[in-house]
Antibody, heavy 121, light 107 residues
């Protein structure tokens, strides 16, 4: 059974940093791309970042480029999102998503339960 | 960036009736389109990928169609558990983008 478990969310001041983690199990982690998707309170879904199975390719939404960094440790079956220079508009539930299809580039077939990040003074 | 536009924003349907949701892309995404269902307080769930392929465990009352820029998700006979928000998402280009969602509510 595929499981994704996010952690690391919390309250942080504007300009601060936070690192999210997503621990995966139930599939060959290194074979699939992984993504982070966020959802601001009462709003829709916004894709944030993706990383290939090997970690060699990374992609970012313009809204987070230069501030967020995605990485993965395939020995620990974990993907991370380092978030720096946080802004109020980064407040959201952050979901970890497993890429679907071959290599994980076809949508997101499994999602974690989400972790809430609140940026406020 | 490819803009995904869903219509209508809200769809009021009676149980047992058919629901038709639309998704339009600002440029062609071929068949690289997914649909998700999200219920309050829950993570999204993949319904369809490749525009028309049901994900594992998704009932046959859900069907998807379209390619290029116009896509449709049809729920043939709405069950109580189908009342939720539905999102389309393209995975043809970076950045990946979602539609704003269609809320299917009980009429």
């Amino acid at each position: 059974e595929v499981q994704l478990l996010e952690s690391g969310g919390g309250l942080v001041q504007p300009g601060g940093s936070l690192r999210l983690s997503c621990a995966a199990s139930g599939f060959t982690f290194s074979s699939y791309a992984m993504s982070w998707v966020r959802q601001a309170p009462g709003k829709g879904l916004e894709w944030v970042s993706a990383i290939s199975g090997s970690g060699g390719s990374t992609y970012y939404a313009d809204s987070v480029k230069g501030r967020f960094t995605i990485s993965r440790d395939n020995s620990k079956n974990t993907v991370y999102l380092q978030m720096n220079s946080l802004r109020a508009e980064d407040t959201a539930v952050y979901y970890c998503g497993k890429g679907g299809g071959n290599y994980g580039w076809s949508g997101f077939d499994y999602w974690g339960q989400g972790t809430l990040v609140t940026v406020s003074s | 960036e490819i803009v995904m536009t869903q219509s209508p924003a809200t769809l009021s349907v009676s149980p047992g009736e058919r629901a038709t949701l639309s998704c339009r892309a600002s440029q062609s995404v071929s068949s690289n389109l997914a649909w998700y269902q999200q219920k309050p307080g829950q993570a999204p769930r993949l319904l369809m990928y490749g525009a028309s392929t049901r994900a594992t465990g998704i009932p046959a009352r859900f069907s998807g169609s379209g390619s290029g820029t116009e896509f449709t998700l049809t729920i043939s006979s709405l069950q109580s558990e189908d009342f939720a928000v539905y999102y389309c998402q393209q995975y043809n280009n970076w950045p990946r983008t979602f539609g704003q969602g269609t809320k299917v509510e009980i009429k």
